[in-house]
């Protein structure tokens, strides 16, 4: 039986932060890799002896260790004819083997900067860091140094005994440059995929504050409409009611927080993760994100067409010159000890005085 052979790689999603596994079909004795999660079907030949699962398979998935193997056994992301497989189990002629495991940290020639972090929460399996506005989380093309990973790969080597194997960061989830907020990085495998299978469930509770334009009636509701890659700039995502072919099932949950004159404060919950969910839909429900230059959120979308207003839109501009959005909440079970945890990263200044700003303009 040859290895796995790579098919595509697609670019990864990068916000509102949450990768979820597509609903791509195996391919027999191949891979295919799309939105931070690599998909194996692997059938073992008529002439296969027994031997162990995790050594079958480590041979056969590119990038793949025993550890990760045998991590994806323990986090249920690995199934034998359709069944989830047992570390003791032997391979036997026949066997299809269906493997979804979340992408290898693939950092081994990332450069380490000593990049200040604010990390909310560290322990030997995962972090939290509140990523500033203006930080790329991964190195791409154009920003191959200054990015989260580069921090991490700083922050993690800094931490090891004489001799240790590196930690590599594993990124679970990513936001996008100019969002703000939380973040977990998992640091061991077992973590990876523990993690990731939380996320792909949906049991991740995450929480964004948005300022919006305009005032959203009825003042919380749900978005259940498809996102897909707008035709006219693929950077961009736009709502498409009518589905279609390569559209992705997305839904957000919203409730207004505070209500100003032409604006407003609201809290976004994610059921799904798709990239630019939150500012695709709510420019889809007739409230684009304040400053999101994207989507148009920079223009004057509601209110007077006057002076006094347009110098204060372009002051607040000024203040928070991003897309207002901010990874405000996130809670999860903990990998290791399996107890619930929850994290909260308060407004970044910026975000912080736009919101005064508004709060202040209604009372002019």
Known sequence: MSDAALLNTDPRDTDPGDTDLPDIPFLEAEEVQESGFEHYRIVADRGQQLMRADLFLAVRVANASRTRIQAGMQAGFVRVNNTLLKPSYKVKPGDVFTLTLPDPPRTDELLGQDIPLDIVYEDEHLLLVNKPAGMVVHPAFGNWTGTLVNALVYHFAHQLAAGSAPVRPGLVHRIDKDTSGLLVVAKTDLAMMKLSRQFFAHTIERKYRALVWGLPDPEAGTINVPLGRALKDRRLVEAKPEGGEGTRHAITHYRVLERFAYASLIE?????????????????????????????????????????????????????PRQALHAATLGFEHPATGKPVFFEAPLPPDFAELILRWQAYQTI
Do not use: W
């Open 268 to 320: 976004c919950t994610l059921e799904t993760g798709r990239t630019h969910q939150i500012r695709a839909h709510m420019k889809y429900a007739g409230h684009t994100l304040f400053a999101d230059t994207s989507y148009g959120g920079d223009k004057i979308l509601k209110g007077p067409q006057t002076g006094q207003f347009r110098n204060f839109v372009q002051g607040c501009l000024q203040i928070c």
